[in-house]
């Protein structure tokens, strides 16, 4: 008998630890036309090239507000570019620099083309983390 709700007791922090939420609120997107990128990374060999998750959202008065549920913890970095033309790509000029803006968690820049993970990089450990991301 003592068994059973010890082992629900175990369910209920194992899925506890795995409900982790990253809220993504984006700022100074310009225009409500198109729609936003916003890709998740879950490690440095993986940025840039194999999102973890990636969804376009609706822009509403030139923010977007996105809550990603149900993430494991560890050390995450976020992508997101503002897809003006609806096309569902990054539009670059021929030299690959981007023509549709760019942004990153911890509003990480790069100096002469994308940040690196490592400025980028966000810890979720303990229940909800908050990346404001704005386009400068």
């Given at each position: 008998?003592?068994?059973?709700?010890?082992?629900?007791?175990?369910?209920?922090?194992?899925?506890?630890?795995?409900?982790?939420?990253?809220?993504?609120?984006?700022s100074n997107?310009?225009?409500?036309?198109?729609?936003?990128?916003?890709?998740l990374f879950?490690?440095?060999?993986?940025?840039?090239?194999?999102?973890?998750?990636?969804?376009?959202?609706?822009?509403?008065?030139?923010?977007v507000k996105?809550?990603?549920?149900?993430?494991?913890?560890?050390?995450?970095?976020?992508?997101?570019?503002?897809?003006?033309?609806?096309?569902?790509?990054?539009?670059?000029?021929?030299?690959?620099?981007?023509?549709?803006?760019?942004?990153?968690?911890?509003?990480?820049?790069?100096?002469?083309?994308?940040?690196?993970?490592?400025?980028?990089?966000?810890?979720?450990?303990?229940?909800?983390?908050?990346?404001?991301?704005?386009?400068?």
């Amino acid at each position: 008998m003592i068994k059973l709700p010890i082992i629900l007791l175990f369910i209920g922090i194992s899925f506890k630890v795995f409900s982790q939420e990253i809220e993504v609120n984006i700022s100074n997107i310009g225009s409500n036309t198109g729609k936003i990128s916003i890709s998740l990374f879950a490690d440095e060999a993986s940025f840039l090239k194999k999102p973890l998750f990636e969804k376009f959202v609706a822009i509403e008065n030139a923010k977007v507000k996105l809550l990603l549920k149900d993430i494991k913890p560890g050390t995450y970095a976020i992508v997101i570019y503002h897809d003006e033309n609806n096309n569902g790509n990054l539009d670059t000029y021929f030299f690959g620099l981007p023509k549709e803006k760019v942004a990153a968690s911890n509003n990480a820049q790069g100096k002469h083309g994308p940040p690196n993970y490592s400025e980028a990089k966000f810890v979720v450990k303990n229940g909800l983390v908050v990346q404001n991301i704005s386009f400068d």
